[in-house]
């Protein structure tokens, strides 16, 4: 994926999850793939003030953490695209969406879905709302943003891919060199039971 | 009035961190016991001089690293003024640390336009990636600074509804560098030092030895006795030594610490809230609101934990006191609070007299009487407050003359394009207020000045 389409996918992902966010979708986007210093730079939540700053505190984002999130769960999204999971799944969000712009009080938690066929996609809301939860961001206004995620993701599944993609090339180029590019969520999820991992990527 | 866009060069009050930074060097420098415990640490005179300590312990070493427990604080003060002195280092530091770089293309032109407007001779360096800054001032030369500026201001810049509070903190920023305050904001860094690590060096270089001295020298005292056959009374006698004696003892000497330490902190802390406040002040002048600071504090969420809130008032006042400072802005009450907080704070210095009290109350037999403990407090006090006078004295000059030098003070750090668009002016607005909040600090420095002979004639 060619710098400016990595750059396009964000700007549109950010259009419907962070719309304040969009200015800097590239150059989040962009830290992000490039891993090291630059992806940590986009987590860093220290509430310590600096002599001759404005203030201490940290600012609500929210682009960097749906990132961290697509990435993390890059393992249950891949097989997901290209299965017909996908157009099924994307249904289920719009309605979704629909049902809690046209009633929010009476709107259902896709936690309430049968496994059947739709684990993949509670285990994909799962891992979203526990990366924004560490963003900060406010249950009600993370579950919005999760269903806008999900959809955009899978109305543009080849972005999606081919950001996933830059993403794995990145890794195996930094295993090369002893490095790991996984997100530490990712890295837990390993440590913690390879199969599972595995199997939810099927 | 000036209009909404006009930048207002003021400083409304003193650089009173400059102030703090010469008193504290001069105070480090001439203190007797600061540079006794210097030669003491070093080459340990005072050891080999005392037999005692010869014979009592075989480390006799962890005498002399326990004076680093009184050199840290003017030890930081000491690096903090050094900061000021080598900008370029302290530049390249931190230009690594933040991971600062000068290129702007992927700042609005207009945000890199209001910039240079307000302060054309101004560098910019940027980290778009962090979210958890938002914008600092730092020195590259003597009278070169740069603004680092950092995700969040983009973000509230492209955001027409919050594009005001982007150029709030912006001026609040530039003000920083037109007060001056970019070549000795470094000192603060030392400051979130020392309090980072005051209780690991306290524990460390403080208790732990002296802790470990008194288990050697008990141990000593237990053997000798043993040869006696009196080891039960003589363990017993220790254990009530530990509890009465030792164990309050070492209570007594944490809590002097915490209390000089804090006597030590207060004045340099107040002199960084007065930069913020004073910054503050600035916003206002050019805005003509405190609404727009107001709004721009409650863009960032403020630190949840107790210890990350009491490291961020080392840096800046808390925010109740700015928006409360902020909505009385060009009040007489706010400007009192403001011009007469730095000199009152000096008062904090006296919290180390309270140690020595307590000291003197538990030896009150030491004292033949009431009288005699009362008058070695009065002394204490006006020993301190003497010290306070000369501050005081160079206060209440420069709260008298601040409106007329005001604008020759900001020319020393300005650019030479700053300097050849900008007039000198006398700012003669609210000038009453600076003359009485002189005379009232005026009175103190003769208050300190009358004990000084007072104490003399009774000597």
């Keep these: 994926m060619s710098t400016d389409s990595l750059d396009t996918w964000a700007v549109k992902l950010a259009e419907v999850v962070a719309p304040e966010e969009v200015a800097l979708a590239a150059v989040t986007v962009q830290a992000y793939v490039a891993d090291g210093t630059n992806r940590s730079d986009l987590f860093r939540q220290s509430q310590r003030g600096t002599p001759g700053g404005f203030d201490a505190g940290v600012f609500q984002e929210i682009l960097p953490y749906v990132l961290r999130g697509l990435h993390s769960a890059a393992p249950i999204i891949v097989p997901t695209l290209s299965s017909t999971l996908s157009g099924i799944f994307l249904e289920v969000v719009k309605r979704s969406l629909k049902e809690r712009n046209e009633a929010p009080a009476n709107s259902q938690s896709m936690e309430q879905l049968p496994d059947d066929p739709y684990k993949p996609l509670k285990q994909l809301i799962a891992t979203l709302s526990r990366e924004l939860h560490k963003g900060n961001v406010a249950e009600q206004k993370a579950e919005l943003i999760i269903y806008h995620t999900i959809q955009a993701v899978l109305e543009d599944p080849e972005g999606t891919r081919q950001f996933l993609q830059r993403l794995s090339d990145k890794s195996s180029e930094l295993s090369g060199t002893g490095k790991s590019s996984k997100p530490a969520l990712m890295k837990k999820r390993f440590k913690r039971s390879p199969t599972e991992t595995h199997q939810n990527g099927k | ?459």
Excluded at chain 2, 295 to 314: E, I, N
Excluded at chain 2, 413 to 442: H, K, M
């Design chain 2, 1 to 459: 009035m000036a209009s909404r866009n006009t930048i207002q060069r003021k400083s409304v009050l003193p650089p009173w961190l400059w102030l703090w930074l010469l008193f504290s060097l001069f105070l480090t420098f001439t203190n007797i016991d600061v540079r006794q415990s210097l030669i003491d640490f070093l080459t340990g005179t005072i050891v080999a001089n005392s037999a005692h300590a010869e014979n009592l312990t075989r480390f006799p070493w962890l005498y002399r690293i326990m004076n680093l427990v009184d050199l840290w604080p003017p030890m930081l003060f000491v690096l903090g003024a050094l900061t000021a002195l080598t900008p370029q280092l302290r530049a390249k530091y931190l230009e690594k640390r933040w991971r600062l770089k000068g290129d702007l293309s992927n700042l609005p032109p207009d945000l890199v336009a209001f910039v240079r407007h307000a302060a054309p001779d101004l560098q910019i360096k940027t980290n778009l990636r962090r979210s958890d800054r938002q914008a600092f001032i730092y020195p590259l030369r003597y009278r070169k600074a740069a603004i680092a500026i950092f995700r969040p201001i983009v973000l509230l810049w492209y955001n027409e509804r919050k594009r005001a509070e982007a150029k709030a903190i912006l001026l609040h920023e530039i003000a920083h560098y037109q007060h001056g305050d970019a070549l000795v904001v470094g000192e603060g860094s030392f400051l979130d030092i020392g309090l980072n690590w005051w209780l690991p060096i306290f524990l460390v270089f403080g208790l732990i030895p002296m802790i470990f001295l008194w288990a050697e020298q008990s141990i000593n005292f237990v053997q000798s006795s043993t040869g006696s056959g009196n080891l039960s009374p003589t363990l017993l006698h220790e254990l009530i030594d530990a509890l009465t004696i030792f164990l309050p003892g070492w209570l007594l000497i944490l809590i002097e610490e915490i209390l000089q330490t804090i006597s030590l902190i207060l004045l340099p802390l107040l002199a960084f809230w007065c930069i913020e406040l004073n910054a503050d002040q600035a916003v206002l002048s050019t805005l003509h609101s405190g609404e727009d600071i107001i709004r721009a504090l409650a863009q960032f969420k403020a630190p949840s934990s107790w210890q990350d809130r009491l490291f961020a008032l080392a840096t800046h006042p808390p925010r109740s006191l700015r928006r409360w400072i902020a909505r009385n802005a060009g009040k007489r009450e706010g400007i009192w609070l403001l011009l007469m907080s730095f000199p009152l704070a000096a008062f904090s210095l006296l919290l180390g007299v309270v140690p020595l009290f307590i000291v003197q109350v538990s030896q009150e037999s030491v004292f033949h009487n009431h009288t005699d403990l009362l008058q070695s407090l009065a002394v204490d006090i006006g020993s301190i407050l003497v010290n306070l006078a000369p501050l005081w004295g160079v206060t209440a000059i420069i709260l008298l003359v601040w409106p007329l030098v005001n604008s020759f003070w900001m020319r020393i750090f300005a650019g030479p394009e700053e300097i050849r668009r900008e007039s000198q002016f006398v700012d003669w607005t609210n000038y009453r207020i600076y003359y009485f909040s002189a005379c009232l600090t005026a009175l103190l420095a003769l208050w300190g000045c009358a004990l000084y002979v007072l104490v003399q004639i009774k000597l």
